[in-house]
């Protein structure tokens, strides 16, 4: 079962670089996306520090994938309390996969970090 981090960690590098292209994109639009800067510098660093195998690796993995399954629960929250529609509407099917499979991905990477037992 030392596979778990292994794999986690390489799945953070590959999300945590899709966000970096989404900040970039972000950044073209004139908007400053510091959440999403944040979780990509988090996963990225997570991954390098568990694939190298240094200190407090998978700490930090732990709490980049967590950070990131919050970031992709956000379009869920209702756009106002008063308890109405989501954030935006959903029209294409494949869009609503998509939707709901970046969290999926982020709480699996989570699942896995936390599930990795360490042999010394």
């Known amino acids: 079962m030392t596979w778990f981090g292994t794999v986690s960690a390489w799945a953070a590098a590959a999300v945590g670089a899709l966000y970096a292209a989404y900040a970039a994109l972000q950044f073209s639009w004139g908007d400053v996306p510091w959440v999403t800067m944040l979780s990509a510098a988090l996963l990225m660093m997570g991954a390098f520090r568990t694939l190298r195998k240094m200190s407090g690796g998978l700490r930090l993995l732990c ?32 869009v609503a996969w998509l939707v709901l499979a970046l969290p999926a991905i982020s709480l699996a990477g989570l699942a896995l970090t936390v599930l990795h037992k360490e042999t010394k």
Request: glycine letters at 18%; aromatic letters at 12%.
């Open 63 to 94: 709490g980049a994938w967590g950070l990131s399954a919050g970031l992709m629960m956000l379009p869920f929250l209702p756009a106002d309390s008063s308890g109405g529609e989501g954030s935006y509407a959903i029209d294409a099917r494949w």
